[in-house]
């Protein structure tokens, strides 16, 4: 269980990045964008060649600073795209319920947690750097209490109590069930690229949103569209995925695929080996 910033309630920019390398440095790369604040989901694609991950920015200048900067002064990364995100239909703080193990009544007894509720009716409060302890230490434990997260931040427990209290109803922070799918018996994780119509782009993303398979969709700018990430139990169930439901949404013109080899970090703190 993990806090993170919602960053589509504070206003922050999110990027879906995709990187080539040289194999001998992908790996070192990797974690060091998943030691960076800004970056979730880092993954390590194919045949270990590739990495894409998520990042959001506060603003302008920490983009041009982890893109024109910190990755392009590397020779050992050979290639960058960067695309806005742009809509999320599954996955994050939409959810998904791909796996269906829980019941609608315990699914609404979770989300009446601290954190999970929607709030629309209250202006979303900006994360400060003041904020940045208490960020970390909830991406590591969001099931931390407040004398642990004040012991991180070096508040009194009632200044940590009161921003909670604040960042939730606010719907500034939300907590993230983080489940490692082979722990469930899913052994194979994949990112899909697609190329979608613009007339078609929301119902597409819509139907995606629907197949149990798929923990994450997402639209973005660029030529692929719509980002994917699915889960399936083993190769045979991925080919069928892909050939059967993924093959029955026509208005897909072009996928590509890369198979999830080892993901460094997810929502939460970097994972360990």
């Not at 194919?46 to 990042?55: A, F, L, R, Y």
């Not at 269906?100 to 954190?115: C, D, F, Y």
């Not at 969709?217 to 439901?245: H, K, M, Q, W």
Request: include cysteine.
């Amino acid at each position: 269980m993990v806090g993170v910033v919602d960053g589509r309630r504070v206003g922050y920019e999110s990027w879906a990045i995709r990187l080539r390398c040289t194999p001998d440095a992908a790996v070192s790369i990797a974690e060091a964008l998943g030691r960076r604040p800004d970056t979730f989901w880092v993954h390590l694609l194919s045949g270990g060649t590739e990495i894409s991950c998520t990042t959001i920015q506060r603003t302008a200048k920490e983009r041009q600073s982890l893109l024109l900067g910190r990755l392009a002064r590397t020779d050992r990364v050979l290639s960058v795209t960067a695309h806005r995100s742009i809509h999320m239909f599954a996955g994050g703080w939409v959810g998904w319920t791909g796996m269906a193990v829980l019941s609608p009544e315990q699914e609404a007894a979770l989300q009446a947690g601290r954190g999970f509720a929607r709030h629309g009716g209250e202006e979303p409060i900006t994360p400060g750097p003041g904020d940045d302890a208490l960020l970390e230490a909830l991406s590591r434990d969001g099931r931390a209490g407040y004398a642990d997260l004040a012991a991180a931040t070096g508040w009194s427990e009632s200044t940590v109590r009161r921003r909670m209290d604040q960042l939730c109803a606010a719907g500034s922070i939300f907590f993230h069930l983080d489940v490692l799918p082979a722990l469930l018996g899913k052994r194979v994780e994949a990112q899909l690229w697609m190329s979608v119509p613009p007339a078609e782009l929301d119902a597409t993303g819509r139907a995606l949103a629907g197949h149990p398979e798929v923990a994450f969709v997402g639209a973005t700018t660029g030529p692929a569209n719509l980002i994917a990430n699915v889960v399936c139990d083993d190769d045979t169930a991925f080919y069928r995925y892909l050939t059967e439901s993924l093959g029955a949404l026509p208005a897909i013109g072009h996928i590509e695929t890369a198979p999830i080899i080892r993901t460094i970090k997810r929502f939460g703190s970097v994972l360990p080996l």
